[in-house]
C-alpha cells in the first residue's frame, strides 16, 4: 500500500489489501478471557469485497473472547422489490439467517448477530410504524433498533452518509415523529453524525429523554479534508459539544469506527499496519475523554470491521482497546467490554 502518489480518500470504503495485513506484527492477545461484545460490525457482499460468516468467523478466530455480535446496518441485501420503504427489511431477514447459522455451533462459540439494528427511515413519521413491525417479525428475536445516519458536510471530501443527506436530519418534525415511533416500540435509535453537527445529537437527545440513544463512533471527530492540520481545533469542538451531550443520561457512546474519519494513520501510504500501542496512542485521546465524561457503564467498544480492516486486523484492534482501557478497574473493563452493551442492546 505504501509509494501511492495520490491522497488517501478517507471516509471511503474499499476491500481491504490481505497481503498489506498480514505485514501486522503478531501479538500476544492481552486479556485473553476479557469478554466482548462486538457492539459494532457490518456483513456484506460487494463487488470485490465479501465479508460474510466465513470471513467474520476468521477474525473472530483469532483469539479474542468475543460472545456475541451486534450487526449495524450497511445497506446490505435490501429487497429488490415491493414498496421501497420496506426494502430494507431484507437485510434483516439475512442477518436474521447467519444469526440462525451461528447459533448451529458450526462456527465458532460467538452469538454472531445477537443483536441486528437495521434502517427504517424514521421522516417517515407515523408511517413508518408497519416498517418496524416487519423488522420486529424478521429479526426472530433480534432486531434491537434502528441506525438512521445523519452525516453531512459542506466539503464534498467528505462523503456523507447518504447522496440526498442535508444538514439537521435531527431537527426535522418529520424525523422526529418517526422517532416517537421507535421509542414507542421500545427500540433503541444508533445515531451517526460528524463532530461539527453534534449540537443536533445533544438537542435530540434532550427533547427525547426516554429513547435510548447510542452514538457512533466516538461522535464523529474529523481529521481529513478542510479538518486536516486542525487537530487541536478539531478535539476541543468535539470536547465541548460531548460534555455537553454526557449529561443527556439516555445517550451511551461506542468507542471505534475511527480509522477513516478522524484520519489520524494514513493506511494506504504506510508501509506495514500500525501495532495496537500506535494505535491506542492515537484514539486514546478521545476515548479515554469518553470514558471520562460519560462514565464506563455509558461507554462500549466496536470494532466496526471490514471497515476498521482496511488499516488492522481484528486481533490488534482488541488490543488496541485493551491498552486504552488499562488503567480501568477490573469492574469498569467488564461494562466497557461486555455489560454496557448487553444492557444497551438488551441481549440477556
Keep these: 500500500m505504501s509509494g501511492q502518489t495520490q491522497p488517501t480518500p478517507f471516509g471511503r470504503i474499499f476491500p481491504p489489501n490481505a497481503a498489506w495485513l498480514a505485514q501486522?506484527?503478531?501479538?500476544?492477545?492481552?486479556?485473553?478471557?476479557l469478554p466482548i461484545i462486538d457492539t459494532h460490525h457490518h456483513l456484506w457482499d460487494r463487488?470485490?469485497?465479501r465479508y460474510l460468516m466465513n470471513e467474520f468467523a476468521a477474525d473472530l478466530a483469532t483469539g479474542h473472547n468475543v460472545v456475541a455480535t451486534v450487526f449495524l446496518q450497511c445497506h446490505a441485501m435490501y429487497r429488490a422489490t415491493g414498496a421501497p420503504d420496506m426494502r430494507p427489511v431484507g437485510e434483516t431477514e439475512f442477518v436474521a439467517g447467519i444469526a440462525a447459522m451461528s447459533d448451529s455451533?458450526?462456527?465458532?462459540?460467538?452469538?454472531?448477530?445477537?443483536?441486528?439494528?437495521?434502517?427504517?427511515?424514521?421522516?417517515?413519521?407515523?408511517?413508518?410504524?408497519p416498517v418496524l413491525e416487519a423488522h420486529?417479525?424478521?429479526?426472530?428475536?433480534?432486531?434491537?433498533?434502528?441506525?438512521?445516519?445523519?452525516?453531512?458536510d459542506a466539503s464534498d471530501v467528505i462523503g456523507n452518509s447518504g447522496a440526498q443527506m442535508r444538514p439537521h436530519l435531527y431537527q426535522r418534525p418529520d424525523f422526529r415523529a418517526g422517532l416517537a415511533r421507535l421509542t414507542s416500540f421500545g427500540l433503541s435509535f444508533d445515531a451517526w453524525l460528524f463532530h461539527p453537527q453534534l449540537a443536533d445529537i445533544v438537542d435530540l437527545a434532550r427533547a427525547f429523554p426516554g429513547t435510548n440513544i447510542v452514538l457512533g463512533h466516538v461522535g464523529g471527530p474529523?481529521?481529513?479534508?478542510?479538518?486536516?492540520?486542525?487537530?487541536d481545533e478539531v478535539y476541543a469542538s468535539w470536547k465541548a459539544a460531548m460534555t455537553e451531550l454526557a449529561?443527556?443520561?439516555?445517550?451511551?457512546?461506542?468507542?471505534?469506527?475511527?480509522?477513516?474519519?478522524?484520519?489520524?494513520?494514513d493506511y494506504l501510504a504506510a508501509a506495514r499496519p500500525p501495532s495496537s500501542e500506535e494505535l491506542a496512542s492515537l484514539w486514546r485521546p478521545y476515548m479515554e475523554t469518553c470514558i471520562d465524561l460519560f462514565g464506563a457503564r455509558?461507554?462500549?467498544?466496536e470494532s466496526n470491521f471490514p471497515v476498521e480492516k482496511m488499516g488492522t486486523g481484528y486481533a490488534t484492534l482488541w488490543n488496541a482497546f485493551k491498552r486504552i482501557a488499562s488503567g480501568a478497574s477490573g469492574e469498569e473493563k467488564r461494562a466497557l467490554f461486555n455489560d454496557t452493551a448487553s444492557r444497551a442492546y438488551?441481549?440477556?
Excluded at 298 to 301: G, I, P, T
Design 105 to 129: 455451533g458450526g462456527y465458532g462459540t460467538t452469538r454472531i448477530g445477537a443483536g441486528i439494528v437495521g434502517f427504517a427511515d424514521l421522516t417517515l413519521g407515523d408511517r413508518v410504524e
Design 24 to 33: 501486522q506484527p503478531k501479538e500476544q492477545i492481552l486479556d485473553p478471557d
Design 222 to 231: 474529523l481529521g481529513y479534508g478542510p479538518y486536516a492540520g486542525k487537530g
Design 47 to 49: 463487488a470485490g469485497d
Design 247 to 265: 449529561r443527556c443520561p439516555n445517550v451511551v457512546v461506542k468507542l471505534g469506527g475511527m480509522m477513516m474519519r478522524l484520519a489520524a494513520f
Design 136 to 152: 420486529v417479525r424478521a429479526g426472530g428475536g433480534r432486531f434491537r433498533g434502528v441506525r438512521h445516519s445523519a452525516g453531512w
Design 346 to 348: 438488551r441481549l440477556d
Design 298 to 301: 455509558r461507554c462500549m467498544f
